[in-house]
């Protein structure tokens, strides 16, 4: 089955600066790359998502690039708020229209200091 | 339009109970998947259904099983419950339809088991 790696655990970046976080999976089937943040206590949010057929997304201050050839993603957010402290889980996917289920990373702590 | 909703949030049970979670999708979605997330294993899949049937398992006992019944609702059953059972247990809705795979979180029910 699918095996989806993540690093690093845990980022702690100054607020203003970037942060990076990166996901390997195993099966090159798979099609469908979410993140997803989940900030303590409550549920984990869909932020953004990429598709195989698709190399690089961008959503203001977040972007996800996918390799399929090396089979990595990556997580990029810039001018990191304090808000944006959370854990940060990737996720991969075969969706192909009749089952899909998520194979999820360890999760990112991110912290934003002042 | 109302999120994904889950009850009850919190629980407590006694080793070799029984328990049974709900989930209650998006308006429109038909797909519903469980996930259980503890602090050692992370999130992991435990099934999906769609249209009341089970289309996708991972790797649990059978102790666990779950149901969709024809309005979407979707319910998990834990049976002869265990001390290691204790985890948050989520549940996610998406259409599920052909090429529109992102799935929306419940706030979760919290299991307690001792």
């Known amino acids: 089955g699918e095996n989806v790696e993540q690093h690093p655990s845990t980022l702690s970046v100054q607020e203003g600066d970037s942060a990076v976080i990166k996901c390997t999976y195993s099966d090159s089937a798979s099609n469908y790359f979410p993140w997803y943040k989940q900030e303590l206590g409550k549920r984990p949010q869909l932020i953004i998502d990429?598709?195989?057929?698709?190399g690089e997304k961008k959503d203001q201050r977040i972007a996800v690039t996918l390799n399929k050839t090396a089979k990595h993603f990556s997580l990029h957010i810039t001018e990191t708020q304090p808000e944006d402290s959370a854990v940060y889980f990737c996720a991969a996917s075969l969706s192909t229209g009749t089952a899909s289920k998520l194979t999820f990373g360890t999760g990112t702590r991110l912290q934003v200091t002042l | 339009k109302a999120g994904v909703t889950q009850t009850p949030r919190y629980l407590i049970k006694t080793r070799g109970q029984q328990v049974t979670l709900s989930c209650s999708p998006i308006?429109?979605?038909?797909?519903v998947s469980w996930y259980q997330q503890t602090p050692g294993q992370g999130l992991q899949f435990l099934f999906e259904y769609f249209s009341e049937t089970q289309r996708n398992k991972g790797n649990f006992p059978g102790r666990f099983s779950g149901r969709q019944f024809s309005n979407s609702r979707s319910e998990m059953n834990v049976s002869t419950l265990e001390l290691g059972d204790s985890a948050l247990y989520l549940c996610?809705?998406?259409?599920?339809?052909?090429?529109?795979?992102?799935?929306?979180f419940g706030q979760g029910t919290r299991l307690t088991v001792v």
């Open positions: 308006s429109g979605h038909r797909s």
């Open positions: 996610a809705s998406s259409l599920g339809g052909t090429g529109i795979p992102e799935a929306f």
């Open positions: 990429i598709r195989s057929n698709v």
